[in-house]
């Protein structure tokens, strides 16, 4: 049972675009909702991360919007940039524990 | 500050052998996580640590599958026998606790193939 369903698989975006990543979960004891960046042969980083009492956080280009009544959340990247090329994951934990990935999109961001 | 580190980086064996992959947290850091990321996919947590205890190991394969986290540091995975589905990259993160949540650090990997 997949927990957190993310959505595109790829994403083709031109510089300066706007990229935007969706995911939708479930399981409403989830309490947090974290994004991770990933380049080829690295490990995943925190990118920003939400909590369900707010509905939207921003971070320099990157903005989270949370839809608790949906159960949906998203990644919005404003004026893509070539160096954003990299996989998006989205993730839901609850308890301080038990992290449950997305299966990720693919952003390549076309100078 | 050293971030989290792992080794091998590659493995390539045959199915049937064992395997064991290395971590080392970063200093400090109370809690330690094994994820297996195959290709394709995100990361799926096998096994989290609090210092040298369990918290969660609901989705590791116990029957080849074992981790320790001996002195509350360093941390061992193995596999045996290995089987073709075990390729993947394994993935070792770090936080410093588990009282809220802190930011997971995330290794290299170990990107294992299995013949």
């Not at chain 1, 309490?31 to 380049?39: N, S, T």
């Not at chain 1, 490990?43 to 991360?49: D, K, M, Q, T, V």
């Not at chain 1, 707010?54 to 320099?60: A, I, P, Q, R, Y």
């Not at chain 2, 091998?8 to 297996?36: D, M």
Request: glycine share 8%; proline share 6%.
């Amino acid at each position: 049972q997949q927990q957190v369903k993310q959505s595109p698989q790829s994403l083709i975006v031109q510089k300066g675009g706007i990229s935007i990543i969706n995911c939708a979960y479930e399981n409403t004891a989830f309490d947090y909702f974290p994004w991770y960046q990933q380049f080829p042969g690295k490990g995943p980083a925190l990118l920003i991360a939400i909590r369900p009492d707010v509905s939207e956080k921003k971070e320099g280009r990157f903005t989270i919007s949370f839809n608790k009544s949906a159960k949906q959340f998203s990644l919005h990247i404003m004026d893509s940039q070539p160096g954003d090329s990299a996989t998006y994951f989205c993730a839901a934990s609850m308890d301080f524990n038990k992290f449950y990935f997305g299966s990720g999109t693919k952003l390549n961001v076309k100078p | 500050e050293a971030g989290v580190a792992q080794s091998p980086r590659y493995k390539i064996i045959e199915k049937r052998q064992s395997v064991a992959f290395w971590c080392n947290p970063i200093s400090g850091h109370a809690t330690l996580y094994w994820y297996q990321q195959i290709l394709g996919q995100g990361p799926k947590l096998l096994i989290q640590f609090q210092n040298n205890g369990v918290v969660d190991d609901s989705q590791l394969p116990k029957d080849r599958f074992s981790a320790e986290r001996l002195k509350g540091v360093d941390s061992t995975l193995k596999i045996q026998p290995a089987k073709l589905e075990d390729s993947a990259v394994y993935l070792c993160a770090s936080s410093s606790g588990l009282m809220d949540y802190n930011e997971q650090f995330f290794g290299p990997g170990t990107r294992l193939t299995v013949l």
